[in-house]
């Protein structure tokens, strides 16, 4: 998983990466990689877990007109990590499907700490990467069985 700044903007940002990767992660797998991090920084909660609707918009074949599909239960929290020094550091958001506001302060947490100089690398060895595999593996396996099913239809030519 790359996780450098890309050079065309049309691609998403390395912070886009990951937060795309733990907000798709369960909330047992979230917590248990915080409960494994030896030095858990100082927090505070700007924005406790709030849940609420958001409105899911599509295009007709995927690059027609746009139109509202529907309304889905979605959860948001902002974290602020906490200098040593008395200050404040770091800024982190989580937005999350469903209605988990664990889930969503866990990744906010852990968007604060990748922002973090310090922290960045091993956040990124440990709980990304490891993560963002498990996802992989999954769609692979979706893929795999739906593959199973495919049926390829031909049209076969009648000559004279």
Same mark, same amino acid.
């Given at each position: 998983?790359?996780?450098?700044?890309?050079?065309?903007?049309? /691609?998403?940002?390395? +912070?886009?990466?990951?937060?795309?990767?733990?907000?798709?992660? #369960?909330?047992?797998?979230?917590?248990?990689?915080?409960?494994?991090? =030896?030095?858990? #920084?100082?927090?505070?909660?700007? +924005?406790?877990? /709030?849940?609420?609707? $958001?409105?899911?918009? =599509?295009?007709?074949?995927?690059?027609?007109?746009? %139109?509202? @599909?529907?309304?889905?239960?979605?959860?948001?929290?902002? *974290?602020?990590?906490?200098? #040593?020094? =008395?200050?404040?550091? /770091?800024?982190?958001?989580?937005?999350?499907?469903?209605?988990? $506001? +664990?889930?969503?302060?866990? $990744?906010?947490? @852990?968007?604060?700490?990748?922002?973090?100089?310090?922290?960045?690398?091993?956040?990124?060895? +440990? *709980?990304?990467?490891?993560?963002?595999? /498990?996802?992989?593996?999954?769609?692979?396996?979706?893929?795999?069985?739906?593959?199973?099913?495919? $049926?390829? @239809? %031909?049209?076969?030519?009648? =000559?004279?």
């Amino acid at each position: 998983m790359s996780l450098a700044a890309p050079h065309d903007h049309s /691609e998403p940002t390395a +912070r886009q990466r990951w937060l795309a990767v733990l907000a798709k992660a #369960p909330v047992t797998r979230l917590a248990a990689a915080w409960e494994s991090l =030896g030095d858990k #920084p100082a927090y505070r909660l700007l +924005r406790r877990g /709030e849940t609420g609707l $958001v409105m899911v918009r =599509g295009r007709i074949g995927g690059s027609g007109s746009p %139109f509202n @599909f529907g309304e889905m239960t979605m959860t948001r929290a902002a *974290v602020q990590l906490l200098d #040593p020094a =008395g200050g404040v550091a /770091e800024t982190g958001f989580g937005h999350v499907a469903g209605r988990s $506001v +664990r889930r969503a302060e866990l $990744v906010a947490l @852990f968007d604060a700490m990748l922002q973090d100089p310090a922290r960045h690398e091993a956040i990124i060895e +440990r *709980v990304v990467v490891p993560l963002a595999a /498990e996802q992989d593996a999954a769609k692979a396996a979706r893929t795999a069985k739906v593959m199973e099913s495919k $049926v390829d @239809f %031909f049209t076969m030519v009648r =000559g004279e």
